[in-house]
């Protein structure tokens, strides 16, 4: 699987949109863009993920480049719960990978009044 | 639905004890991961499983046994902990029929090793 780098840490002011970049230069085009979010060390938590197109849920946005080497995941309306460290993760569409995660160190958002 | 459980949710050993970690999940899941996380890093994939019956190795097995043998638990045995097994373990399970395949974690066992 393709390797990501994440900045080490950023802070966002509550209210405001977090947007935190993922740069995954080397992605072959069968895998995909996740990320995952852990809370103050619990178990790591889903977000969202995507291919090629932008997606948005109900927690966030993913934007993914054209060339698609790196995305930025958009939290509109940051808040204190919001406070965590966040993995970009690149992971294979192929059924024999048993959809296995890499977990890099993430970014460590700290939301801040 | 629970989810995803472990137990126990801390445990102390002495160097050479042995301890088995369990993982239970409710969602049908087929595959199911062991991962361990140290201070200040990323999850690191122990062992993992892709049915009942099968296990594989992941990034960081050694010193490490698993076994599933139904379907819904999956098994983390220490058979001779060593210091450097300090660490929070987590379980996670995923579906093959999701199109995500996204995992879900349990809420982690803080292992120390005096």
């Known amino acids: 699987d393709a390797k990501t780098t994440q900045p080490t840490s950023m802070d966002c002011a509550e209210g405001r949109a977090a947007n935190l970049p993922c740069n995954h230069s080397t992605i072959s085009g069968n895998e995909y863009v996740y990320w995952y979010r852990q809370i103050h060390s619990q178990g790591p938590q889903y977000i969202i993920h995507g291919l090629k197109n932008n997606e948005t849920n109900e927690m966030a946005s993913l934007i993914i480049t054209e060339d698609r080497k790196s995305s930025t995941l958009i939290l509109p309306h940051a808040t204190l719960r919001d406070t965590a460290v966040y993995y970009c993760i690149v992971r294979s569409r192929n059924t024999g990978t048993a959809s296995k995660l890499t977990f890099g160190t993430g970014t460590r958002l700290q939301v801040t009044l | 639905n629970a989810g995803v459980t472990q137990t126990p949710k801390f445990r102390v050993l002495k160097t050479g004890q042995s301890m088995t970690l369990l993982c239970a999940q409710d969602?049908?899941?087929?595959?199911m991961y062991w991962y361990r996380q140290d201070p200040g890093m990323g999850l690191r994939l122990i062992h993992y499983?892709?049915?009942?019956?099968?296990?594989a190795k992941g990034e960081v097995p050694d010193g490490y046994n698993v076994s599933r043998l139904k379907k819904q638990n999956f098994l983390l045995g220490l058979e001779s902990a060593a210091p450097s097994q300090t660490s929070v373990y987590f379980c996670a399970s995923t579906g093959t029929g999701l199109p995500s395949r996204e995992q879900y974690f349990g809420p982690g066992t803080r292992l120390t090793v005096t």
């Open positions: 499983s892709v049915g009942e019956g099968t296990t």
């Open positions: 969602m049908n899941h087929e595959y």
